[in-house]
């Protein structure tokens, strides 16, 4: 295992230059961190993607493209000397404005993927600076050449053996003789082409990332001081979690609480690297570990939600006593690459939720042709504008009075589907999309209050 730690800082952690400093004093108030991962500066990923997906108003594709010059450079105007990278800054905001000119033409997830991988590369060469500027032997290094993956575009695979190969090669020896500053949420395929592990991925990269290099440590800075047992926002009397198992941790993320990707918890496990989460506007606030076993294991430990969820539901008459209609849906689903998040069945009907996984956001959607397919064999209905909600804790399944506790409190609610008992460790349940965030607050007075 590495001596040294791996530091990730998400969008709002380098929204500005104060975001940026307070990064940079982290870094430097932890000498065994040498390696740091992180996003682009807040608010402009979502450009990006704008620009990807297609503007075809030469207006508002010339607005956007100055909106992110004008992000940058008002960090950049901050620096004692910019000299050294103002003028790469500025190609990558001239790549941006051709891409975005090919993108009104024939949006591809190709093409979106080295149009938003541009955020990334422009912060990285700015906070690589800062560094340098407060004393610190600071390298920007380029991670395309080091995380590998497929090519399928928006949600790329990482090839672990190929990645830790690199990282053993150029990334190990590069962060025994300076600070590494390096991105998040790209990578490259097999032909060198930019490819991206999808919205959000930058937590899952920088947990690759440990895991390549064997580091001691991953911490992920963001802008709350850990996992709370519900979004603040939703729940005021919601409370910090001090000590979390990766198990808990993997469900809650898996489910909606945006404090980490659902895949980051898994290379970290996989190598038993412990994972913290702190607040960059307040690292002195501490945060959540997230480690193998932890001391306590509540029955309830958290609630998380996720919006934009559809939900189809597939009905046959004749499935009843029948043998293979499953079998045949998820051969469907699989030849289209629909990813499948919950499912619960009858005796005549199935019903299951969609997963987003890839860069676009937005609720997922069924693709027509994989509807028509799929109504061969039955009657489609696709309902979207749906919440999933996530108690999550520990052995609920096999504890008396656990799930009636949890439905007496949420009699006021119309559930339009309840998955139950596959896991010890979750209890999840779809409703309406604008009754949500009151079921959360009920749920958490009752459970957690």
């Known amino acids: 295992m590495s001596a040294f730690n791996v530091a990730k800082f998400g969008g709002t952690s380098v929204a500005n230059f104060e975001a940026m400093s307070r990064c940079a004093e982290i870094i430097v108030n932890n000498p065994q961190t040498k390696l740091v991962v992180i996003s682009a500066c807040s608010g402009v990923t979502n450009i990006l993607v704008e620009l990807a997906n297609g503007v075809k108003d030469s207006d508002r594709r010339a607005e956007l493209v100055s909106k992110l010059k004008a ?19 500025e190609a990558l905001i001239e790549k941006v404005a051709t891409l975005s000119e090919a993108a009104c033409i024939a949006p591809t997830p190709k093409l979106t993927d080295h149009l938003v991988a541009c955020g990334e590369r422009m912060s990285t060469h700015i906070l690589a600076r800062l560094m340098r500027e407060k004393g610190v032997d600071a390298v920007r290094f380029d991670i395309r050449e080091v995380l590998k993956t497929d090519s399928d575009y928006g949600k790329a695979e990482p090839n672990i053996e190929a990645t830790k190969q690199q990282a053993e090669k150029i990334l190990i020896p590069l962060c025994q003789k300076h600070v590494v500053i390096t991105q998040g ?15 959000g991925g930058s937590d899952y990269s920088a947990a690759l990332i440990a895991e390549a290099v064997e580091a001691s440590g991953l911490e992920i800075w963001t802008d709350v001081p850990g996992i709370y047992t519900t979004d603040p926002r939703i729940a005021p009397n919601a409370r910090p979690i001090p000590e979390i198992s990766f198990s808990e941790a993997s469900e809650m993320a898996n489910f909606g609480a945006k404090i980490l990707h659902p895949s980051t918890l898994l290379p970290a496990l996989r190598h038993q690297i412990p994972v913290f989460v702190g607040s960059s506007k307040a690292p002195l606030e501490g945060g959540t570990w997230v480690r193998q076993t932890v001391e306590s294991a509540p029955l309830f430990r958290a609630l998380a939600l996720r919006n934009n969820q559809t939900m189809v539901t597939l009905r046959n008459p004749r499935m009843f006593q029948a043998y293979g209609f499953l079998a045949d849906v998820f051969t469907v689903l699989a030849k289209h690459k629909i990813s499948v998040d919950l499912v619960t069945t009858s005796e005549v009907s199935v019903s299951l939720t969609l997963d987003q996984t890839d860069t676009g956001g937005g609720a997922p959607e069924l693709p027509e042709a994989a509807q028509q397919e799929l109504e061969q064999l039955c009657n489609v209905e696709v309902k979207q504008s749906l919440s999933l909600i996530a108690l999550i804790g520990n052995n609920m399944s096999e504890t008396k009075g656990s799930a009636a506790e949890v439905f007496d409190a949420l009699d006021d609610f119309n559930i339009r589907m309840i998955c139950y008992g596959a896991s010890p460790h979750n209890l999840c349940f779809l409703l309406d ?14 459970l957690f209050e």
């Open 185 to 199: 949420f790209i990578g490259s395929d097999d032909d060198g082409e930019t490819t991206t592990l999808g919205r």
């Open 433 to 446: 999309e604008d009754e949500s965030k009151e079921a959360v607050k009920v749920l958490h007075e009752e």
């Open 71 to 89: 992000i940058h450079s008002e960090i950049m105007a901050s620096l004692e000397d910019i000299s050294s990278i103002e003028a790469r800054v």
